[in-house]
């Protein structure tokens, strides 16, 4: 999850209507604060001693909630400075270039979904050959149908493994434990990676409960 932190250089001393402002602008915050503490009273007062407040808002529903109350804050006249993490801490960062660093997909994402990919299509191109095979002699469809089949039947997870471990075992004399880990084994790391992804967004979607379930002064 993306975090970023605000700090809040200058604002009024404490009125009626300022304290309701410091609130609204404290109740703003607070959908983007998870792992500190979220209490409003805790973040009128980190506004009001111009101390850092951690926001994540690295999710994609979160930056336009992000971007509005960025709004609300200069149509308050309030005066601010945004940070963004580094190898040294926080770093000061305009809020232009804020907005272009979240939208980047982080560089190992990006090598890891192009790797399943490439690996989805390596094998897809090595079961062809059984698939062709195995349509070939079961069926006779004429060589033109059976390479659009066998193609098409290639590019279907686990269709093209059912059909091409049937293939080999029948029409290659493969063993049964062989052809298994050959067209079955390689969705063990697709597996992997798809089971990684649906755990980062549930983390992204579930993180601030999970963690206030476990820190219940916060309840």
Same mark, same amino acid.
């Given at each position: 999850m993306k975090k970023i932190a605000i700090k809040f250089l200058s604002h009024e001393e404490s009125e009626d209507s300022k304290e309701i402002d410091l609130k609204n602008i404290a109740q703003q915050l607070q959908?983007?604060?998870? %792992?500190?503490?979220?209490?409003?009273?805790?973040?009128? %007062?980190?506004?009001?001693?111009? %101390?850092? !407040? =951690? !926001?994540?808002?690295?999710?994609?529903?979160?930056? *336009? !909630?992000? %971007?509005?109350?960025?709004d609300e804050f200069?149509?308050?006249?309030?005066?601010?400075? !945004?940070?963004?993490?580094?190898?040294?801490?926080?770093?000061e960062i305009e809020y232009e270039k804020l907005s272009l660093e979240l939208d980047?997909? *982080?560089?190992?994402?990006?090598?890891? =979904?192009?790797?399943n990919l490439l690996w989805f299509v390596v094998m897809s191109c090595i079961q062809f050959f059984p698939i062709y095979k195995f349509y070939d002699e079961k069926y006779e469809m004429?060589?033109?149908?059976?390479? =659009?089949?066998?193609?098409?039947?290639?590019? =279907?997870?686990?269709?093209?493994?059912?059909?091409?471990y049937l293939g080999a075992v029948e029409f290659?004399?493969?063993?049964?434990?062989?052809?298994?880990?050959?067209?079955?084994?390689?969705y063990l790391p697709l597996l992997g990676f798809l089971l990684y992804l649906i755990w980062l967004i549930l983390k992204g979607i579930y993180a601030d409960r999970w963690y206030r379930f476990w820190r219940p002064e916060f309840n």
């Open positions: 959908r983007f604060i998870i %792992e500190d503490d979220y209490r409003l009273s805790s973040i009128v %007062e980190k506004i009001m001693k111009s %101390e850092i !407040l =951690v !926001l994540d808002v690295g999710m994609e529903e979160a930056m *336009p !909630l992000f %971007e509005d109350a960025v200069d149509e308050l006249g309030l005066h601010y400075q !945004l940070y963004i993490q580094s190898k040294n801490g926080w770093q980047r997909t *982080p560089k190992w994402l990006r090598d890891i =979904v192009v790797f004429g060589t033109l149908l059976t390479l =659009v089949s066998s193609a098409v039947t290639g590019l =279907v997870p686990i269709a093209n493994s059912v059909v091409a290659y004399d493969w063993k049964s434990s062989s052809a298994l880990f050959a067209f079955f084994g390689y």
